[in-house]
Every structure is written in structure tokens, then in C-alpha cells.
């Protein structure tokens, strides 16, 4: 023990230059945070190696990380370890990917000898790195019972963020799966949310779904970048070029929530500040990335930090000022941006030095944004819900009032029978009205209200004019019908009804063919001079789009199919009721043989 304290003693006052303190490496000793125990220069001109180790106005590292903000030229940082223990395969890890460059060198100052440079960073190719690894890592050899220093320069277009610790490469190799599980599994979340979205805009073709998904792309990229995930594994060549997709995907997400703010909370229907607001914030987020396309310089002149923070805290001040008036999408919307703005606070109260730097604090803005699109989503969903009830109620008004029309229809042909038989001077003239207002209510009353086909009585009309030819027959009635109107109320059933009617107008369309309503959810198609392989296919066309029908209740999917029987025949009208009771028999076999199919009568 005295020797091991005289040989540091010595190795110490070989090393007068160097100010700080030794940091001793122990066996068994785990992951350590390093700030206290580093020291900074800030040279006002440069300087090469051989230099810095006698450089004066070194600085002690104050809080749990070294945070030195935005800096034009590189900055040196050091730092004295002497390993008391037999391990040499220690790694000193910088948390933070986005750094422009760092260049490690060792120095042992018994020898006055300088290490091998090694660099990482953003602008660098992977496989420039010491280490191929998600942030810069440097593989220290300290030999066991002496003393080296770490030299690090350090250089950076952002703000110069130095998260460092230092490990064994075993520690590190269990703390990086531990990590990579966790991001991997927020990336996945993100790109299920994104396809469930995409899938969205879809069927609604809402443009919010838009640029929803083009922010989340955006925090995507730039999640990618902070985390190291994008340069190891997506662009791990492109070196300075892929150092621009940090700053580019951080103000496209800027720009796509702006958007998506403007067309979510309809912010141009309100007019006054909050569209004079967004106006500028568009301008100026636009205008930001075209600088980063053109001359990414220019950016540091922009106060992108600031306007950052103004973006956010006007996202809740629109969202307030909406709320107030009317909005109902706002309120979900300031609890998803007010989540994200409390999480990415406490993110920035670690750098700032203001809470500790750890892992949680490193990455909680990941959490924040995840917890951000989660509530973004809803409320998306909940306004859709929303619109559907209007469009729901508005349909029932119009009915209302259609029936109220008819009624007064039948009024009007009262009151014309009774001006018939007491004005004979006019008779012609009534016999016309009357003619036309008949040809009106024969038309309506040819016509299935609900799902606009035709109805049975049209139906009956069109059979007694057939006159032979080919003929082709489908029945098909919606499968557990009754089960769905008992589950799900009649409202529902009569949305599957009109769905249904839907596709059976946008399958048949050749003239002469005929698609009616034949009573409740039983529907009826007659197709003239159609051979039965024709009148299968487009019975299984029928089918198919049916069974692929989006129907939800309470923001639930619910299953859609519908069971089909198909006769085929000559259109005589002695023979035209055995067709259709041949493809009622076959529609009752589809049924019996487990629903969801065609059957042909045989």
C-alpha cells in the first residue's frame, strides 16, 4: 500500500501542469457520471496539442454534465484517471450524438508521451469512430497502477453538451442492450401510430392526418439523430451531410406541428391573433429550413432556441384562446402539447444543470413526444366521432323532413282531385299537374329511401316486363343482422344496410342490370343477358368489398359479410319466380354452409 502511494505521489508531481484531481479507477467499479471531475478550456485562438497540456485558465465542470452552450470554435476538456485496478479495457462514452467532432487523445505525463488521436462525431463517417457504437466512445488502454490524461476536443455547430461517463466495456455492453430495447421499442410504437394514422387519412382523407404524420416523421428523424439510432444504423456514411438531418428534421417538426396546429384547431376560421401568430411562425420555421438546405451557418444568427420556446408556449395560448371560444378539439390538444412541454422542460433543466443528468433526464423528451402523439391521436379520433354524430343527426333531419315533403305531397293531390271535379274549364291544365306530380311520387315511391336502390315494388314492375333471355339472379341479405341491430341499436344496423346498398351501386352499373332493396336487410340483383361465371364474379366482387367494409361503433371495429345465392336461367315470365326462388334456396344453403359466401343454385 505505501509503495502504490508513493508511485501516485510521484506520478502526480510529474504532472505539476495538470491542476485537478486523479480520478482512481477501482475493480468492480460501475458506470460513472463525469462532471465535477472535468476540467475546460476555451482558447481564444488555436491551439495544437502540444500545447494545450501547458495552457493555463482551465476551468473546473460544475453539476452533472458539462453544458458550455453554443461555442464557434473548439473547446479542450481533460481529465486525470489512475487505474488501481487490473482491468484496461475502460470506455468513456459521450451521451450526446450530435456533437460535430471530438478527437480523444491520451497523455502520459511521466513519459511525456501523447496517444494515437481518436474521433467520433456526427460529421464523421462511422467507420472513422474507434468504436462503432450509437454516440461517440473512445477505448481508453490505461495501464493498471499509473496515470494518464484524457485530452477531448470538442466541437459543435449546436449547443456543446457534454453528458460523459465512464465504464468498463462489459458495463457499457449490458447498458447499451438495455437502452437499445427501450428505443427500439418507442420506435416501434411511433411507426404503428403512423401507419394507423396513414391508414386514417385513408378512409376520411382529412387533411390534419396529413400533416399529423408528416410531424411525426419529423420527431422521428430527429429522435433518430439524438439517439444515435439514425447514424448507426441508417446513415452511418454520410458524415457531414448526415450532421445537417439533426437540425433539418428538428425544425420540419417545428414547421409539420405548426401546420397541423393551424388545420387541427381550424385556427383561419377564428381569424384575429392566432392566425396572425401562426402566419409568422410558418414564415419563420419555413424560412429556417431553406437556411439549413442553403447555408446551415446562417442558423446561428436565427435564435432558434428561442423561437422554439416562443412556439410552444403559442401552441398553448391559441389553444387557450380557442377553447375559450367554442373549439372542441382544443382542450385534448393543449393536454398533448402541455405534456410534451413539461417533459422536454425537465430534458432541458438536465442540460441546463438545473436537475441531475442520468438517463431518465437524457431521454424523457422521448416519453414526452410518445405521450404527445398518443393524445394527439385521440383527439383526432374524437373528432371524427364527433362530425359522424353531426352527419348522423343532419341525415335524420333530412328524413324527417323528406316525410314531411311526401306528406305534403299527398296534400297537394287532394287539393288537385278536388280543383278537378269543381273547375271543369280547367281540366286539362290540373290533369298535367296532376300527371307530373304522379310521375314524381311514382319515382319516390320506386326508390329505397335509405340506401337509394331500388325497392321491391320497383322490382315487381321491371319482372313483369321481362320477355325472355338470359338471366341471372343474386339474393344476398347481411349476415347476423338481427345480432347486430340487438349489439349495436338500429341506428347501427341501418348504417350496415346503407354500406351494404353502397357497393351494390357501385358494382352494378351496366344498363338494364337492376339492384334493389327486397325487404329489411335482404337485397335482390337481376342481371340481363349475363352468363353465370359473370354473375359468380361479381357476386364474390360483391362479397369481398362487403367483408372489407370499415364500420365502427364507439370508436370499435365491427365485422361486415353478407351471405349471396346465385340462379341462373331464361327470363321467361313463367319461369322468372323459379329463378328467384332458386337463388332464395341458394342464398339459405350459403347460410347453412357457415355464411360469408356465394352458393349457386343447382
Partial sequence: MLARLLLLSCLLLSSLCCRAAALELREGQGPLRLAGQLEYLIPQQPLDVSDVARATGWRSGQGSALNLGRQAGPVWVR????????????QLEVDWPVLDRVELRLYDPQRQQWGAPMVAGDHLPLSQWPLPARQPTFPLQLPAQELRWVYLQVQSSESLLLPIQLLSARDRAQQELQQSILLALFFGAMLAILLYNASLYLFTRKPDYIWYNLYLIGVVVYELCLSGFGPFYLWPELGRTGGLIYAGSAIWSFLAATLFIRTFLRI???????????????????LALIVVLINPRWLSVMGLNLMALLSCLLGLAIGFSLWRRGNQSAPLFMLAWLSLIVFTFIHVAAIEGLLPVNI????????GFFTEFILLSVALADRI????????????ALLEERESSLAAQRGINEELDRRVHERTEALQQAREELEEANAELLRLSFTDSLTRLSNRRHVEAQLALLDGGHLSVLMLDIDYFKRINDSYGHPFGDRCIAAVGEVLRDQVRRNGDLAARYGGEEFIVLLRGCPLEAALMIAERIRGQVEHLVLEFEGQPVPLTISLGVAHGRGDQDRIRELIAAADAALYQAKQEGRNRVAVAG
Fill in 360 to 367: 431518465l433526464t437524457l431521454r424523457i423528451q422521448t416519453l
Fill in 268 to 286: 383561419p376560421r377564428y381569424g384575429g391573433w392566432p392566425l396572425w401568430f401562426s402566419n409568422g411562425l410558418l414564415a419563420y420555421w419555413g
Fill in 79 to 90: 481529465l486525470a484517471l489512475f487505474n488501481a485496478s487490473q482491468t484496461d479495457d475502460w
Fill in 385 to 396: 366521432n364527433r362530425e359522424r354524430a353531426a352527419r348522423i343527426e343532419a341525415q335524420q
